[in-house]
Antibody, heavy 119, light 106 residues
Framework: QVNLLQSGAALVKPGASVKLSCKASGYTFTDYYIHWVKQSHGKSLEWIGYINPNSGYTNYNEKFKSKATLTVDKSTNTAYMELSRLTSEDSATYYC????????????WGQGTLVTVSS | DTVLTQSPALAVSPGERVTISCKASESVSTRMHWYQQKPGQQPKLLIYKASNLASGVPARFSGSGSGTDFTLTIDPVEADDTATYFCQQSWNGPRTFGGGTKLELK
């Protein structure tokens, strides 16, 4: 069965960076795009961007272009998102999810990773 | 970016029919999808491409619409449907989500 297993909660200091992981199983990793979505506490969802694991091609929401960097490791079927220069505004739950195409819908989601930015 | 507008909250009684609306600031063709999210859980896909029921989702859920106006219908509503429902478009530029409609049962 398809599973997207995300890394555990992170507590990071302002100004630091954090790298989140999303390990895929139950399907061919390179056949689906991996997207990342932000959900601030009690609020709606924001799309950060996607990566094509086969080619490494990335597409970012302009809002997150200088904040997030998406990568993959095909040898371990794992997608990563690095968030840089963290501020309190980056405190949120981050989800990875997959779609069959760039314009597709999100049928499978990871369980989410809570990032808390605090000194 | 395409803005999706949803009513913030609805309250219905079990057994009733409820419609949740989503209005797009520009046409998204039929590239509108619906998700259910319960507290502490990840979103769950209900409907894709406006009217297609996702795998494993009860037939009580249905979707309709095209262009700028979309509707998610639950008929009949059950107690377990208490959740927040989000619409999401994948037609124009960055994917965007609606603000969510919180469904409460009376």
């Amino acid at each position: 069965q398809v599973n997207l297993l995300q890394s555990g909660a992170a507590l990071v200091k302002p100004g630091a960076s954090v790298k989140l992981s999303c390990k895929a199983s139950g399907y061919t990793f390179t056949d689906y795009y991996i997207h990342w979505v932000k959900q601030s506490h009690g609020k709606s969802l924001e799309w950060i961007g996607y990566i094509n694991p086969n080619s490494g091609y990335t597409n970012y929401n302009e809002k997150f272009k200088s904040k997030a960097t998406l990568t993959v490791d095909k040898s371990t079927n794992t997608a990563y998102m690095e968030l840089s220069r963290l501020t309190s505004e980056d405190s949120a739950t981050y989800y990875c999810t997959r779609s069959v195409s760039a314009g597709g819908w999100f049928a499978y989601w990871g369980q989410g990773t809570l990032v808390t930015v605090s000194s | 970016d395409t803005v999706l507008t949803q009513s913030p909250a609805l309250a219905v009684s079990p057994g009733e029919r409820v419609t949740i609306s989503c209005k797009a600031s520009e046409s998204v063709s039929t590239r509108m999808h619906w998700y259910q999210q319960k507290p502490g859980q990840q979103p769950k896909l209900l409907i894709y491409k406006a009217s297609n029921l996702a795998s494993g989702v009860p037939a009580r859920f249905s979707g309709s619409g095209s262009g700028t106006d979309f509707t998610l219908t639950i008929d009949p509503v059950e107690a377990d449907d208490t959740a927040t429902y989000f619409c999401q478009q994948s037609w124009n530029g960055p994917r965007t989500f609606g603000g969510g409609t919180k469904l409460e049962l009376k």
